[in-house]
């Protein structure tokens, strides 16, 4: 059984079209007729008395009437899955599908590690991860695309319920073998004199080391950047040198790696704050409510430094 019954085909047609930005993009991915979708929508103008889309040139963008439909119906295709669900069979916990949106250093280290140790309580559940900006993670969550949204916190945002926030220090990732490995804590200032990989400058990572860096007038030219936390990590355990990562996802690297990671103690490398964002008014499904306890609770026994 398919959501879909649940949603009337107007409020699916006019998602698609607002996913897509045109009536064309969206005829492809339903594999319905242009016309049709075109007396669908307007049907719905016609019922609410009020025009849902702004033509432009280059596409088609919500009016306010729109934006508010908009909101509606992602809600209303939500709860039809979650119905659904529980009419064919979902009893307890047994299967389902927990979509998750995530900034890339929870999503490379701290999630694998939680959906490995769910799945051995709940076999049935499995996992779509998404990995995107802090930006993206939270419009996924807000357009329904993902149940769960993992990121870093910025501005409050319409629509988006913060389950949890929790600090996230910044810490120094190196190799065993490097020559402050054995300190308790380091400072930017001890760190300068090393190789730094560094991820892109629309980070908040980067963007707290770049203001702190001003600050003490330290002038640190990293030999590597990447848009990946990926290579960042196996940079350092290499031994090229020192890269930055949040707290949290630093628990959960592989000891195999022979990493160590050092609490910065530079005020502005303490700065961040991870949120857990869900869509505000929605009712989770309960696989997804019991993993999104089990994330927070994840959250909570992480130690800060």
């Known amino acids: 059984m398919n959501e879909r019954i649940l949603l009337d085909s107007a409020l699916r047609y006019f998602l698609e079209i607002v996913r897509q930005g045109s009536i064309n993009k969206a005829s492809t991915t339903l594999h319905v007729a242009p016309s049709a979708i075109s007396r669908q929508l307007a049907r719905l103008e ?21 934006e508010l439909l908009a909101a509606h119906a992602r809600k209303a295709r939500l709860e039809a899955a979650r119905v659904v669900e ?38 049935g559940i499995h996992f779509d991860l998404a990995v995107s900006s802090s930006i993206d993670v939270t419009k996924h969550v807000s357009e329904g695309l993902a149940d769960i949204g993992l990121t870093i916190s910025l501005a409050a945002e319409r629509n988006i319920k913060v389950e949890k926030r929790v600090m996230a220090p910044i810490h120094a990732v190196m190799a065993a073998s490097h020559p402050l490995a054995g300190k308790p804590h380091v400072t930017l200032a001890q760190l300068s004199h090393y190789p730094f990989a ?40 290499c031994n090229g040198g020192v890269t930055l990562i949040g707290d949290v996802s630093v628990r959960h690297l592989s000891q195999t790696a022979q990493l160590v990671s050092l609490p910065i ?24 409510a019991d993993f999104l306890d089990a994330l927070m609770q994840a959250l909570e026994a992480t130690p800060v430094m």
């Open 198 to 237: 560094l991820p892109t400058d629309n980070t908040t990572i980067r963007q707290l080391f770049n203001v702190s860096c001003s600050r003490q007038g330290l002038l640190i030219e990293p030999v590597l950047v990447s848009n990946s936390v990926t290579p960042l990590v196996h940079f350092a355990a």
């Open 46 to 66: 016609a019922e609410l008395g009020s025009q849902l889309f702004e033509r432009h040139p280059s596409g088609m963008r919500l009016s306010p009437s729109g």
């Open 86 to 123: 529980e009419i064919t069979g979902l009893e307890g916990i047994q299967r389902g599908t927990v979509r998750i949106a995530s900034v890339e250093g929870l999503a490379s280290y701290m999630l694998p590690h939680l959906i490995v140790e769910y799945r051995k309580k709940y076999h």
């Open 265 to 288: 103690r530079d005020r502005e490398m303490s700065g961040r704050t991870i949120e857990i964002q869900t869509l505000a008014g929605r009712t989770l499904p309960k696989g997804v």
